[in-house]
């Protein structure tokens, strides 16, 4: 009987909510409040402030809180939760498999973390081809459960009415011309795109149409550098480039690429900022290394129990009939 009353005790414990100094003990902690000296949240007026100033734009794509959080601390203007997550996130082969329910998971997440930059989503394939109304639909699903400010669309001159009624509704809208990777099947691969003239002119055509249906910004992918600074001169919203050269408004980069952690192909415009790969893999052989010659973890990292509750939980368990070995070490 006494052993079913001193366990009903210890669920009843339990139960009890932790104490704040408690918390501290615990391996994943609530983290702490977010810093109050925040900076001043980005807006498309501030975007448009920074290219009629010259000032180049950041984007950096996110897909979870932690990289939103670094989006946050360090200076990047956009936040881009993109496709590409179907890649380096979820081992799909290609964007064009990610659906909208991933994607509003990744988005909420990322929303949590990046709150100063101006927070995209990327449409995924198949939730704004269907119909205007389909579109518009997903889109305020992006906006509402995902916690994205705008969407960006892969999409030129036949996507124009859907921006249009984006917009109308209040829901900004990112193009996004050049290399389509949704469309990478019909392109017969991650191709440049634009490097004949008739090719180059359709580009443009499709910027241009995306800005007067009430596109905010574009994006200009894997184009020749002449044509990314031409269609940047030709429009009147923010470019932000991705393999299309200097004199685009921006530039952007997925997460992988600028930390080094994708495996998979390395395009020609991609710069690696850090070898955060190399420095996971050190970590996690390390890691299984110190397991399995059992230097992790030490007295350092281990809890003490004080030498004269160790006796008497021995009496205690010997009273409740169980075996133990009380030659086991006490460590203060």
């Avoid at 210890?10 to 810093?35: C, Q």
């Avoid at 991933?102 to 995209?120: F, Y």
Wanted: charged share 25%.
């Amino acid at each position: 009987m006494s052993s079913i009353l001193a366990l009903a005790r210890s669920r009843v414990l339990f139960l009890r909510p932790l104490k704040a100094d408690t918390r501290r003990w615990m391996s994943v902690r609530p983290e702490e409040a977010a810093n109050p000296s925040r900076r001043k949240k980005v807006t498309i007026q501030h975007l448009q402030q920074m290219r009629r100033a010259g000032v180049p734009i950041t984007m950096l794509t996110a897909y979870d809180y932690p990289t939103g959080r670094a989006c946050e601390a360090h200076g990047v203007d956009i936040t881009l939760v993109g496709d590409s997550l179907a890649q380096v996130c979820l081992g799909y082969d290609s964007t064009t498999r990610l659906t909208l329910d991933e994607m509003i998971h990744h988005c909420r997440a990322v929303s949590r973390g990046s709150k100063s930059p101006l927070l995209v989503g990327d449409m995924p394939f198949g939730s704004y081809h269907a119909s205007i109304d389909d579109a518009v639909r997903n889109a305020i699903r992006m906006v509402r459960e995902g916690g994205v400010e705008a969407v960006k669309m892969e999409a030129s001159w036949e996507g124009a009415e859907t921006v249009r009624k984006l917009s109308a509704i209040g829901i900004p809208v990112m193009g996004h011309v050049g290399l389509m990777p949704q469309r990478h099947t019909f392109f017969s691969g991650y191709r440049v795109q634009g490097k004949t003239a008739d090719c180059a002119l359709e580009i443009v055509q499709g910027a241009l149409a995306l800005q007067e249906a009430g596109a905010f910004a574009i994006v200009l992918e894997a184009i020749p550098r002449l044509l990314g600074s031409y269609i940047t001169k030709q429009l009147d919203i923010p470019t932000i480039g991705i393999g299309a050269g200097a004199q685009t408004d921006g530039q952007v980069l997925v997460w992988d690429d600028v930390m080094s952690t994708w495996g998979g192909h390395k395009a020609k415009f991609v710069r690696q900022f850090g070898n955060v790969k190399g420095e996971v893999e050190t970590a996690v052989k390390s890691f299984s290394h110190a397991i399995r010659d059992r230097s992790f973890p030490n007295d350092s990292e281990s809890y003490a129990m004080p030498e004269e509750e160790w006796m008497k939980f021995l009496e205690l368990a010997e009273k409740e009939g169980l075996r133990g070995d009380a030659s086991v070490p006490v460590r203060g």
